[in-house]
């Protein structure tokens, strides 16, 4: 897809790029209107209701939403597949643009997206933190290091909501992807076992306006604290991937064979799984 004047003016300057290279992340200008994220939020009410209409088909057993009542932090993986504005929204080609140009990748393909609700500190003995962790850690299967996030909040998001956190230029510090946790609420006990190289562990809360994106490189590393608001934290984080990535047979450190869900879901080439799949990641730029 061609992109008008009006949205090349909202890509990232170089200076913007030199800045991404340097500390691992990036506040984008405006990318998204009111009327499309307040799309998104309707969609994702009928989705968390069970109310399903996306293109991809039945919908697994794990990955179908939970009814009420909830309890602490939710994540869906592949929410889009079953959600049509968000389909709409995370296969905007001007996501899909600002990625190319932070990374210098000629295109950009979808890897996968997470629904994220992260409620209210009702008890702050049961806080609903996102523990520190690297996207990398979990994309062992990937032969790239290039790839990145792009986080979207459905509305204004401060650090009184628990808005993504960065460890400042972390993206360079030695290898962190085995060790830490998305899922631990200890952001404390996590930080003890982060190897800073020496560097100096600088925490950067991203605050954004609504209809800007934090985007992230898969070896930054970050989280979020609680949320102390008075609504729950709704967004959606888009992972992607730059045109080099591929499949890699590759070991945890403990000796098992690393694997990921869309293993299970794309085409297979010479018997191992096929990440330009266009049914599961399309192309999203250009």
């Not at 929410?79 to 996501?95: D, G, K, M, N, V």
């Not at 990625?99 to 609903?128: C, F, M, V, Y």
């Not at 990398?136 to 790239?144: A, D, M, V």
């Not at 993504?164 to 360079?172: E, G, P, R, V, Y």
Request: aromatic residues 10%; glycine residues 6%; contains cysteine.
């Amino acid at each position: 897809m061609t992109l008008t004047d009006e949205q090349k003016a909202l890509l990232p300057t170089n200076d913007d790029v030199a800045f991404y290279r340097e500390h691992g992340y990036y506040v984008s200008n405006i990318l998204f209107t009111d009327s499309e994220l307040d799309a998104a939020l309707e969609g994702t009410d009928r989705f968390y209701a069970g109310d399903l209409d996306g293109p991809f088909g039945p919908i697994p057993d794990a990955w179908k939403p939970k009814g009420p009542p909830y309890d602490g932090l939710r994540k869906h993986d592949f929410a889009s597949f079953f959600c049509q504005p968000l389909t709409h929204l995370i296969r905007e080609s001007l996501i899909g643009a600002v990625a190319a140009r932070l990374t210098g990748s000629p295109s950009i393909r979808l890897w996968h997206d997470q629904l994220l609700w992260k409620p209210t500190e009702e008890d702050p003995n049961k806080p609903a933190n996102v523990g520190w962790h690297t996207d990398r850690g979990y994309w062992k299967t990937c032969s790239s290091e290039a790839m990145l996030t792009a986080w979207i909040p459905f509305h204004d998001c401060d650090e009184t909501m628990g808005t993504i956190t960065m460890m400042d230029a972390s993206h360079l510090w030695p290898d962190n992807t085995e060790g830490l946790n998305f899922f631990s609420s200890d952001l404390e006990g996590l930080e003890k076992k982060i190897n800073t190289g020496g560097r100096p562990m600088t925490k950067i809360p991203i605050n954004l306006k609504r209809g800007q994106v934090s985007f992230h490189n898969c070896l930054t590393i970050h989280g979020s604290g609680p949320n102390r608001s008075d609504r729950p934290r709704r967004s959606i984080a888009v992972h992607l991937q730059d045109e080099a990535n591929q499949y890699r047979v590759v070991h945890h450190s403990d000796g098992t064979l690393a694997h990921h869900s869309l293993d299970d879901l794309c085409r297979k080439k010479e018997a191992q799984p096929d990440y330009t799949d266009p049914a599961v990641c399309p192309t999203v730029f250009p």
